[in-house]
T-cell receptor
């Protein structure tokens, strides 16, 4: 069964360092998303991406964040200078058509120390 | 008022019980509704997807949507210990364009006791 894969599963980084979280969406999907879940809180939308550009971003997605689809399979989230409050689970999701089921990866647990 | 409200529980039931999980929402633009199951420190796993008022059944799971009341439910019949997880409701608007972001409830933690 096709699935969204994310790497790494866990990343520990020092405050101020750059991190890149990687995702391989389901191969024929066209719409890509990043979500964040701080421990004990709800899943929050960060950014959506379609046709090689950002469709919408939330208030959380400030200038420290960027997304890229560097090739036909990968979708990345970069945090330029990590802060302690960036510690969270980051989930990548993809959908094939508008308003169809969104499938999530297993997440990357980011710990900023 | 929060866009999506979900009682976080925790909810504890004996094996075999019928479980009812609920969400209310305030944004009438929401047209598509999903239920996800999330195990600890794992990604949300899609269980049910509906877009019309009424019931949709899949095995032991039934999703119910009442758009007039802005209320959705998930029923689990013959609950099993393996159903123990956090259940998240999520919804999205039929906004057109190229963005269909999901708005989630906070999740309900369910424990099914053998």
């Amino acid at each position: 069964e096709p699935e969204v894969t994310q790497t790494p599963s866990h990343q520990v980084t020092q405050m101020g360092q750059e991190v890149i979280l990687r995702c391989v969406p389901i191969s024929n999907h066209l719409y890509f998303y990043w979500y964040r879940q701080i421990l004990g809180q709800k899943v929050e939308f960060l950014v959506s991406f379609y046709n090689n550009e950002i469709s919408e971003k939330s208030e959380i997605f400030d200038d420290q964040f960027s997304v890229e689809r560097p090739d036909g399979s990968n979708f990345t989230l970069k945090i330029r200078s990590t802060k302690l409050e960036d510690s969270a689970m980051y989930f990548c999701a993809s959908t094939g058509q508008p308003n169809t089921e969104a499938f999530f990866g297993q997440g990357t647990r980011l710990t900023v120390v | 008022q929060k866009e999506v409200e979900q009682d976080p529980g925790p909810l504890s039931v004996p094996e075999g019980a019928i479980v009812s999980l609920n969400c209310t929402y305030s944004n009438s633009a929401f047209q598509y509704f999903m239920w996800y199951r999330q195990y600890s420190r794992k990604g949300p796993e899609l269980l049910m997807y509906t877009y019309s008022s009424g019931n949709k059944e899949d095995g032991r799971f039934t999703a119910q949507v009442d758009k007039s009341s802005k209320y959705i439910s998930l029923f689990i019949r013959d609950s099993q210990p393996s159903d123990s997880a956090t259940y998240l409701c999520a919804m999205t608007a039929m906004s057109g364009g190229s963005n269909y972001k999901l708005t989630f409830g906070k999740g309900t933690l369910l424990t099914v006791n053998p």
